[in-house]
């Protein structure tokens, strides 16, 4: 398994949200260093400080314990969410539509309120017991663009994290040609724990992608059988809209989400969902009813 790299997480702690570096002891809170120039990290990776951030903390004893800190998704307020649907062959097939595999992608948007960060709850409304679990590689952008060539789709690319892209699935079918009811209840999804550095191709061309429920693999398949890589990606939704730094994309789940189970396997209360990506780490998330 590939070594995981710098992790720069988002998070609250004494009130206040705050960033820092997160080591095998605790955070590095950074904030107090940078936070006059970087409001969150949205802001640092508009910038391109986020190995300025990384040099400034390594090496320095942590200040807060993991356990004191709330985790928060990576980036609050993205200009765009985009999220890729049906990205790996088995998931195609899974659909017994009798459809040849797509040459374009499906795609949809999220809100940033549609998600919650590392450790914290799903939260399961009371209009709706079908609560499902999508787990997901997330690219952040860098550097902006429009029409960027494949070639360059890398350079882009400031972050990877990872995404549990949580569905109500009878509401994505409540109309004929959009999913965005099923995809936007509040908290009803994760990103996180926290951003690491893009620097190598190696991170994302062929890593394995895992989901666990309650510790029962569900979902387990590798990027390099994505029907589109992500340098497709970039470049299919840079012909449309210019990507902005601090741009989300979700880039599509293996099949086994809890939909495709006979009866269904939909997630309740208790239940504990891990996301996991080599070299990015384990998303966590726990399951809760929402109280009105």
């Known amino acids: ?8 997480a988002a998070f609250r702690a004494n009130g206040a949200d705050r960033y820092g570096l997160v080591t095998d002891n605790g955070i590095v809170d950074l904030t107090p ?25 390594e090496g320095r004893a942590s200040t807060l314990a993991e ?26 097939a899974e659909y017994k539509d009798g459809q040849a595999q797509p040459s374009k992608p499906s ?9 919650t960060g590392h ?11 079908q609560l499902d679990y999508e787990g997901e590689v997330a690219i952040v952008i860098g550097k902006g663009g429009r029409r960027i ?18 569905t109500i699935r009878d509401f994505v079918r409540h109309a004929k040609f959009n999913v965005t009811q099923g995809k936007n209840w509040d908290s009803s999804g994760a990103i ?36 589109f890589d992500f340098r497709f990606i970039v470049n299919y939704v840079s012909t449309f809209c210019t990507l902005m730094p601090g741009d989300v ?36 998330n726990g399951v809760e009813d929402e109280t009105c």
């Open 33 to 57: 260093q940078f936070g006059d120039r970087f409001k969150g990290l949205k802001e640092v990776i508009e910038a391109g400080a986020l190995e300025a951030l990384i040099a400034a903390g």
């Open 119 to 129: 450790e914290q709850n799903l939260v399961r409304p009371p209009e709706s017991e």
């Open 249 to 284: 994309i979700v880039c599509g789940t293996p099949t086994g989400a809890g939909a495709r189970f006979d009866p269904p396997r939909w997630l309740v209360p208790g239940d504990v969902i891990e996301v996991e990506a080599e070299g990015i780490g384990i998303l966590r």
């Open 149 to 166: 060539a494949k070639e360059d789709a890398y350079d882009h690319i400031a972050a990877l994290t990872l995404c549990n892209e949580g």
């Open 67 to 92: 356990a004191d800190v709330e985790y928060l998704i990576p980036i609050a307020t993205p200009e765009k969410l985009i999220c890729i649907g049906v990205n790996f062959p088995d998931r195609n």
């Open 1 to 8: 398994m590939n070594p995981i790299p710098p992790r720069i």
């Open 192 to 227: 996180g724990p926290w951003l690491v550095p893009f620097r190598d191709a190696s991170q994302l061309d062929d890593i394995a992608l895992t989901t666990r429920v309650n510790g029962e693999i569900r979902q387990q398949d590798r990027t390099s059988n994505m029907m």
């Open 107 to 115: 795609m949809f948007i999220r809100f940033p309120r549609s998600f």
